[in-house]
């Protein structure tokens, strides 16, 4: 099992930057999936940015391309999300989510373990 707490939302004007963090504990020493999701009132909860462990695979949400980038640091524990250019449109709540094998790098449900977010809120 895997542990995930977001950090690092809060509230800009458009066109701001924020980074968000997901501090992983628990069985960190493999794999994993890891994502960036976010659900606004009313909306589903969709897809940012994930990639994988280890590697220089990444994949990304049309609506964030060129904007948000997604990192990990070298011991694997913690990923980023940097957010540029933000719009009033990514206000959400963000969540960090982990999986060991997922089929859609960018589909909720196919991940098992969650964090409790974070709000990140874009005036225009």
């Known amino acids: 099992q895997v542990q995930l707490v977001e950090s690092g939302g809060g509230s800009v004007q458009a066109g701001g930057s924020l980074r968000l963090s997901c501090a992983a504990s628990g069985n960190t020493n493999r794999r994993y999936y890891m994502g960036w999701f976010r659900q606004a009132p009313g909306n589903e909860r969709e897809g940012v940015a994930a990639?994988?462990?280890?590697?220089?695979?990444?994949y990304y949400a049309d609506s964030v391309k060129g904007r948000f980038t997604i990192s990990q640091d070298n011991a694997k524990i913690t990923l980023y999300l940097q957010m540029d250019n933000l719009k009033p449109d990514d206000t959400a709540m963000y969540y960090c989510?982990?999986?060991?094998?997922?089929?859609?790098?960018?589909?909720?449900?196919?991940?098992?373990?969650w964090g409790q977010g974070t709000q990140v809120t874009v005036s225009s």
């Open positions: 990639l994988y462990t280890g590697s220089k695979i990444t």
């Open positions: 989510a982990a999986d060991p094998v997922v089929a859609r790098m960018l589909a909720p449900s196919d991940y098992k373990y």
